[in-house]
């Protein structure tokens, strides 16, 4: 059996979870989500307590039994707790501002990059700190993707990372994930 698909789902007694024979709908204190249900599967709910099932032992039913416990368990976390996805810019002369509902980027480029926040995701930029790396100094900007779709959030935080990636050779410069250990290679030796 899926070591995944047979733990339980614990659900707090906010949240409230609709089961269909072809969709799931959660709704909690954060708001609603819904998805759609295999016919490889079997969702049940009894006493606070949500329970993923296989239908048959082929392959496909065993893949699909881990993927939906897991889809659903995100579902439930989302609505009554939410995601977050921690970004920082880091670079000397690198800023990063909220305008509106659009995130404003200076990272290095002739001009400053807009990334439009999507719905359904809250972004924000904390202050400026100076952390010392190596023998230098070095500011980082901490960014904050909130949601409760744990995909979007995930897909939101990586569109953001994408627009500078940490550069390879120049340590300390780019945006990365807040745990994110960027290895450096070193330059090009000098004939």
């Not at 659900?11 to 609709?18: D, Q």
């Not at 995100?74 to 977050?84: A, C, H, R």
């Amino acid at each position: 059996m899926s070591r995944v698909g047979r733990m339980p789902i614990d659900k707090p007694s906010s949240v409230t979870v609709t089961i269909e024979p072809t969709r799931i709908e959660v709704k909690g204190p954060k708001g609603t989500l819904e998805g759609p249900l295999t016919p490889f599967v079997k969702v049940q709910e009894q006493d606070a307590v949500i329970t993923v099932e296989r239908v048959a032992e082929t392959r496909r039913h065993r893949a699909m039994h881990g993927l939906t416990r897991a889809l659903v368990a995100n579902m439930v976390i989302g609505v009554s707790d939410g995601f977050t996805k921690q970004l920082k810019v880091v670079g000397t002369g690198y800023r990063a501002s909220m305008q509106g509902k659009a995130l404003q980027l200076q990272v290095g480029y002739s001009h400053s990059v807009q990334y439009d926040v999507p719905d359904g995701v809250t972004v924000e930029v904390g202050a400026p700190e100076q952390i010392r790396e190596g023998n230098q100094t070095v500011q980082h900007i901490p960014i904050s993707v909130a949601g409760i779709d744990k995909q979007f959030v995930g897909e939101t935080a990586a569109a953001i990372r994408r627009i500078k990636k940490p550069e390879t050779y120049e340590p300390s410069k780019g945006i990365r994930y807040a745990d994110e250990k960027v290895r450096n290679l070193p330059k090009k030796a000098r004939i």
